[in-house]
Nanobody, 123 residues
Framework: QVQLVDSGGGLVQRGGSLTLSCVAA????????LGWFRQAPGKEPEGVAA????????FYADLVKGRFTISKDDAKSTMYLEMHNLQPEDTAVYYC????????????????RGQGTQVSVPS
């Protein structure tokens, strides 16, 4: 069982930056891949980035490469998503997710997810 609490969303101007946080709790976190996916109204879930809890290997969706950075702090059991040069198309609810498979996290079908945090970038 893994519990995830995500936070850090908000309203940011075009071109601005924001950092999301996800506090993870549970046994055997090392067996999981944690990451972020997002969902805008009326759209399918869209994978953003993921990281293996053991080893810290990152994965990125093409649409965020060079703009977003995923990282983790083992001591705080916290994962971060630094987002830069935010654009209106980045507007969505961002969910922290965990699964044994990176593909599931990136597809938005991970076994565990946080409650979501809204990111809004007005045009």
């Amino acid at each position: 069982q893994v519990q995830l609490v995500d936070s850090g969303g908000g309203l940011v101007q075009r071109g601005g930056s924001l950092t999301l946080s996800c506090v993870a709790a549970g046994r055997s976190l090392g067996a999981y891949v944690l990451g972020w996916f997002r969902q805008a109204p009326g759209k399918e879930p869209e994978g953003v980035a993921a990281i293996t809890w053991t080893g810290g290997v990152p994965f990125y969706a093409d649409l965020v490469k060079g703009r977003f950075t995923i990282s983790k702090d083992d001591a705080k059991s916290t994962m971060y998503l630094e987002m830069h040069n935010l654009q209106p198309e980045d507007t969505a609810v961002y969910y922290c997710a965990a699964d044994s498979r990176a593909q599931a996290v990136m597809a938005g079908t991970g076994k565990y997810r946080g409650q979501g945090t809204q990111v809004s970038v007005p045009s």
